[in-house]
C-alpha cells in the first residue's frame, strides 16, 4: 500500500521567516495531494492541494510543489505569521475514491513572534 | 453554505459499551468518508460513503460500521468499545467520490472510553 513520509515532524521558524514541510510518497497511482492544517482542537482545513498533471501551485503566502518523478512533494509557507502555528498534514491519494489515502504524521509547526 | 457538522462533540463511554455518531455533510455532497484520528496513528481511513453505499472500508475490525441516508447525511457506530477507541473522529464530505475531489472535514467528535 501507498505510505507517507513526512519531515520534519517539528518545525521552529521566527517571524517573517520561509517554512518548508516535504512529504514523500511510495505508490505512482497517487495523483492529487492535498495539504491540511489542523489548529490545536480543531478540524482539519485544507489550506492548498495539487494534482500530478500540475507542478506547482500557489496561493498568497502558501505554495506547494510537486515531482512526480521523484515522488515528493512540498509546502512552502512564506513571510511566517504566529497564526500559521498549527500542525500540517499531507496527504497522497490515487484516484477511485479516498479509500486508499494516506496520511503523513504531521508537522509541528511553531512560528516565534 | 453550512460546512460539515457533527454530533456529539464529545463523547465518554465505558468498555463494552456501544456509541453513534452523525455527521452531516455540506449540502450538495454525496460522498461522506470517516476517519479516526489519534496521537499515535495518526490520521487514519475508517470507511466513506457515496449515494448510501459503502465503497470501502479501512483496515478496522468489525466493530466499526457505518450507514448513509438518502440526504448524504451519515451515521458511524462503535460496538463493544475498547479503551484503544479512544479518539478523535472526523467525517469529511465531498462532492464526489473521484479521490481527486476536495475534501471538507467537520469538527469531530471527541470519543473518550473509560
Known amino acids: 500500500g501507498e505510505n507517507v513520509e513526512q519531515h520534519p515532524s517539528t518545525l521552529s521558524v521566527q517571524e517573517g521567516d520561509s517554512a518548508v514541510i516535504k512529504c514523500t510518497y511510495s505508490d505512482s497511482a497517487s495523483n492529487y495531494f492535498p495539504w491540511y492544517k489542523q489548529e490545536l482542537g480543531k478540524r482539519p482545513q485544507l489550506i492548498i492541494d495539487?494534482?500530478?498533471?500540475?507542478g506547482e501551485k500557489k496561493d498568497q503566502r502558501i505554495a506547494v510543489t510537486l515531482n512526480k518523478t521523484a515522488k515528493h512533494f512540498s509546502l512552502h509557507i512564506t513571510e511566517t505569521q504566529p497564526e500559521d502555528s498549527a500542525v500540517y498534514f499531507c496527504a497522497a491519494i490515487p484516484s477511485g475514491g479516498y479509500q486508499k489515502v494516506t496520511f503523513g504524521t504531521g508537522t509541528k509547526l511553531q512560528v516565534i513572534p | 453554505k453550512a460546512g460539515v457538522t457533527q454530533t456529539p462533540r464529545y463523547l465518554i463511554k465505558t468498555r463494552g459499551q456501544q456509541v453513534t455518531l452523525s455527521c452531516s455533510p455540506i449540502?450538495?455532497?454525496?460522498?461522506v468518508s470517516w476517519y479516526q484520528q489519534t496521537p499515535g496513528q495518526g490520521l487514519q481511513f475508517l470507511f466513506e460513503?457515496?449515494?448510501?453505499?459503502?465503497?470501502n472500508k479501512g483496515n478496522f475490525p468489525g466493530r466499526f460500521s457505518g450507514r448513509q441516508f438518502s440526504n448524504s447525511r451519515s451515521e458511524m457506530n462503535v460496538s463493544t468499545l475498547e479503551l484503544g477507541d479512544s479518539a478523535l473522529y472526523l467525517c469529511?464530505?465531498?462532492?464526489?467520490?473521484?479521490?481527486?475531489?476536495?475534501?471538507?472535514f467537520g469538527p469531530g467528535t471527541r470519543l473518550t472510553v473509560l
Open positions: 495539487i494534482r500530478s498533471n500540475v
Open positions: 469529511a464530505s465531498s462532492l464526489v467520490t473521484s479521490g481527486t475531489d476536495t475534501q471538507y
Open positions: 460513503y457515496f449515494s448510501e453505499t459503502q465503497r
Open positions: 449540502s450538495g455532497h454525496r460522498s
